[in-house]
Structure formats: structure tokens, C-alpha cells
């Protein structure tokens, strides 16, 4: 079984400022890692992933995450954020099976003021 | 690009009554999910077709029973619909082990 934790539940951040938000997962198994991003009343969007190869992955909207095998972590970051960034963020985790489930974090809700 | 359909957006049920939820998935996707999203929580998974076989069964109640059709068409169907039963219901499609592409969701109102 996996499981995704979340540290942070909110983030605030002024316009333009750096964000980190934290991702820690525990699995028995090799896994895939996702960060998605929810907008009020919409569905999950990926932001980016990562399957295998460099452990610093680069996203849409200047979002990149890094893997950290040893810490187990997958820490999602922008170094300007925008106002148009304040959503929901998901950090997800799949075995490396095909047909196998995402297992969601609790999510962090980053809100960006100006 | 196609994306993930999922029909329809809006649903209002009365407790007690039964509400069928439909996901097409992105063509030639081979594996389908179903998340149920209360208001403030993370996705919950319910339950998962790969090839159209069950899979994967999550924190889905004996009321919701879910299958997969020959055109990779999928339907939740839920009975006996109480008022915690409101929430939005996600369907995602997979190719293999890519990521995975979520609908637009279908968020039921049980009165």
C-alpha cells in the first residue's frame, strides 16, 4: 500500500514570492509521482510527473519538483508565483503497474496575495 | 486533443433514488478510475478498470457498483443515494503507465 502526506494543508504567499510546497510518500514498491492542481470547481490538472530518468522534473506554469529517493519526498516549486496560482495542489503516487490507483495527499491549498 | 468526458455535470438526486454517473475515456486508454471528492478532501478512490476487468477496488460502498463496456465506456451507478453521497465524482483514464487525465467531474447534490 501507499500513502502521500501533505505537510502543509495552506500555503499563503505574496505575488512574486517563492513557494515550496511539500510532498512525503511511503510506498513498499518502486512508484510513479504526479503533482496535480485543482482550480475551484474544476477537475485535476497535471502540473508534471515523474516516471523514471532525472530526478528534477519541469511542469507547466514554471512549476519543477524534485525526487529524492533517500527522503522519500517529491517537493513541488515555483520560484515567482502569480495571483492566478492560488488552487488546490495535489501530490499523487502509482505503483509501477499498469491498471494500479492514484493515491492522493491531502492537498495544500496555496493562496497567492497580492 | 480528446480529453476525459464525463456526463452529466450536474446531477440532483432525492435520497433514496438511484443516479448513474458516465466517463469516456481518451481513446485507446487502457485503464479507467473513479474518485469520489467530498467538499475540502482529497480524491478518494472508489474503484478502477484495466482492459475492462476490475482492478483496483477502493473505499466504495456496497450502493455504488461500477462496470466498464465494450467501448471502454464506464458507468457508476449508485442506489439507495444518501445525503453524505453528495460530493464530485471523478473519472480518469490511463494509458499503461503514463499519468493519468481527469474529467471535468460530476458533482451530485443529494436533497
Known amino acids: 500500500a501507499q500513502s502521500v502526506t501533505q505537510l502543509d494543508s495552506q500555503v499563503p504567499v505574496f505575488e512574486e514570492a517563492p513557494v515550496e510546497l511539500r510532498c512525503n510518500y511511503s510506498?513498499?514498491?518502486?512508484?510513479?509521482l504526479f503533482w496535480y492542481v485543482q482550480y475551484p470547481n474544476q477537475g485535476l490538472q497535471l502540473l508534471l510527473k515523474?516516471?523514471?530518468?532525472?530526478?528534477l522534473v519541469k511542469g507547466i506554469n514554471g512549476f519543477e519538483a524534485e525526487f529524492n529517493k533517500s527522503q522519500t519526498s517529491f517537493h513541488l516549486r515555483k520560484p515567482s508565483v502569480h495571483i492566478s496560482d492560488t488552487a488546490e495542489y495535489f501530490c499523487?503516487?502509482?505503483?509501477?503497474?499498469?491498471?494500479?490507483?492514484?493515491?492522493f495527499g491531502g492537498g495544500t491549498r496555496l493562496m497567492v496575495k497580492p | 486533443a480528446a480529453g476525459v468526458i464525463q456526463s452529466p455535470r450536474h446531477l440532483i438526486k432525492e435520497k433514496r433514488e438511484t443516479a448513474t454517473l458516465k466517463c469516456y475515456p481518451i481513446?485507446?486508454?487502457?485503464?479507467v478510475y473513479w474518485y469520489q471528492q467530498g467538499p475540502g478532501q482529497d480524491p478518494q478512490f472508489l474503484i478502477s478498470?484495466?482492459?475492462?476487468?476490475?482492478?483496483d477496488k477502493g473505499s466504495i460502498p456496497d450502493r455504488f457498483s461500477a462496470q466498464q463496456f465494450s467501448d471502454y465506456h464506464s458507468e457508476l451507478n449508485m442506489s439507495s443515494l444518501e445525503l453524505g453521497d453528495s460530493a464530485l465524482y471523478f473519472c480518469?483514464?490511463?494509458?499503461?503507465?503514463?499519468?493519468?487525465?481527469f474529467g471535468q467531474g460530476t458533482r451530485l447534490t443529494v436533497v
Open positions: 510506498s513498499s514498491v518502486s512508484v510513479y
Open positions: 499523487a503516487v502509482s505503483p509501477r503497474r499498469a491498471g494500479n490507483m492514484l493515491t
Open positions: 481513446p485507446r486508454h487502457d485503464t
Open positions: 515523474y516516471l523514471s530518468g532525472s530526478t
Open positions: 480518469a483514464s490511463r494509458l499503461q503507465n503514463t499519468e493519468a487525465f
Open positions: 478498470f484495466y482492459e475492462k476487468m476490475q482492478s
